[in-house]
């Protein structure tokens, strides 16, 4: 039996699929048969949409990265190189 080429899915499908499979309107293997995907994989992207779903509701803000002032990055090369 040949083997499937590797799919990869957008986050967009995976959503579409853990929301499904959170509902339980349809039992794992009716949504795999449904989405044609394993059933491991449909718990998989549940769990994940469980597991990331309190960050959600944080009540602080993550912390960003701080901004990069590019020009004056640029400007430190030049000088860099000049000397």
């Given at each position: 039996?040949?083997?499937?080429p590797r799919r990869n ?5 995976k959503a579409k699929v ?46 960003k990265e701080p901004e ?16």
């Amino acid at each position: 039996m040949a083997r499937r080429p590797r799919r990869n899915h957008s986050a967009v499908f995976k959503a579409k699929v853990a929301l499904a499979a959170l509902k339980g309107d349809k039992t794992m293997s009716e949504l795999a048969t449904q989405f044609d995907l394993h059933p491991n994989q449909i718990k998989q992207w549940k769990d994940q949409l469980l597991d990331g779903v309190t960050d959600v509701f944080e009540d602080w803000p993550k912390s960003k990265e701080p901004e990069i002032d590019i020009t004056s990055l640029h400007a430190k090369i030049g000088q860099l190189t000049l000397e």
